[in-house]
């Protein structure tokens, strides 16, 4: 039961790291394509 407990402990740190990293690289591609689409239609 200890080791399915940690098991479960360590599972959820890694998917908290993994969303921050997710949100970061979403946040750059959001940014990225607002301003190509800025730079299409007002360049």
Known sequence: ???IHN???G???LMDLNWD???YL???A???G???WIGT???
């Open 11 to 13: 599972l959820s740190l």
């Open 26 to 28: 979403g946040t750059i």
């Open 21 to 23: 990293r997710a949100l």
């Open 7 to 9: 098991g479960y402990r």
């Open 41 to 43: 239609y007002y360049g």
């Open 34 to 36: 607002a301003g190509a």
């Open 1 to 3: 039961m200890q080791a």
């Open 30 to 32: 959001l940014a990225l």
